[in-house]
T-cell receptor, first 113, second 112 residues
Framework: GESVGLHLPTLSVQEGDNSIINCAYSNSASDYFIWYKQESGKGPQFIIDIRSNMDKRQGQRVTVLLNKTVKHLSLQIAATQPGDSAVYFCAENKGGGADGLTFGKGTHLIIQP | NAGVTQTPKFQVLKTGQSMTLQCAQDMNHEYMSWYRQDPGMGLRLIHYSVGAGITDQGEVPNGYNVSRSTTEDFPLRLLSAAPSQTSVYFC???????????FGSGTQLSVL
């Protein structure tokens, strides 16, 4: 079946560096993508989203890039801080007006001091 | 601003017992859903509802029942708990089901 996946289960970065978390999707009909952050023992928290008619969207210290040609989504976190340590999930909708989001398996971002 | 509230936070059951996980939201969202999260599996959709009186199955519905009598509440019922249902359960809601979901803090369930 179609699914959203992430390239790396764990990503380790130095504090202050930029982090890039990648995600591949396979559903060409998806027209909405979203990134969540999940800290240990908590529910997923919204970070940023993007529609398929956009290539890039920026938030506070975060940028999401969408490459529809290769079905690739990335989350960039600038100047990574200890509080950024968490599991990051990408998700896509099913397109065509259908309800529901499909989630990837997640990338654990580890911040090295 | 409460958002999505789940109870209980932790629960231990014996095989064969039944229970209901509660979920309530105060954002007047039409769409509500239940996910389970297992190590290495990400979030998998159990059941969802697009409005009061309407429910549908997700990816992993077996062993679970839901109902939606009000816009605010969406309880998840385990009919006869099995060890395979040991997981963390999240309730989520949104205005439009195909866009941003707001999650509760989760219920950690262990079935012995």
């Amino acid at each position: 079946g179609e699914s959203v996946g992430l390239h790396l289960p764990t990503l380790s970065v130095q504090e202050g560096d930029n982090s890039i978390i990648n995600c591949a999707y396979s559903n060409s009909a998806s027209d909405y993508f979203i990134w969540y952050k999940q800290e240990s023992g908590k529910g997923p928290q919204f970070i940023i989203d993007i529609r398929s008619n956009m290539d890039k969207r920026q938030g506070q210290r975060v940028t999401v890039l969408l490459n529809k040609t290769v079905k690739h989504l990335s989350l960039q976190i600038a100047a990574t801080q200890p509080g950024d340590s968490a599991v990051y999930f990408c998700a896509e909708n099913k397109g065509g007006g259908a309800d529901g989001l499909t989630f990837g398996k997640g990338t654990h971002l580890i911040i090295q001091p | 601003n409460a958002g999505v509230t789940q109870t209980p936070k932790f629960q231990v059951l014996k095989t064969g017992q039944s229970m209901t996980l509660q979920c309530a939201q105060d954002m007047n969202h039409e769409y509500m859903s239940w996910y389970r999260q297992d190590p290495g599996m990400g979030l998998r959709l159990i059941h969802y509802s697009v409005g009061a009186g309407i429910t549908d199955q997700g990816e992993v519905p077996n062993g679970y029942n839901v109902s939606r009598s009000t816009t605010e509440d969406f309880p998840l019922r385990l009919l006869s708990a099995a060890p395979s249902q040991t997981s963390v359960y999240f309730c989520a809601s949104s205005y439009l089901g195909r866009e941003k979901l707001f999650f509760g803090s989760g219920t950690q369930l262990s079935v012995l």
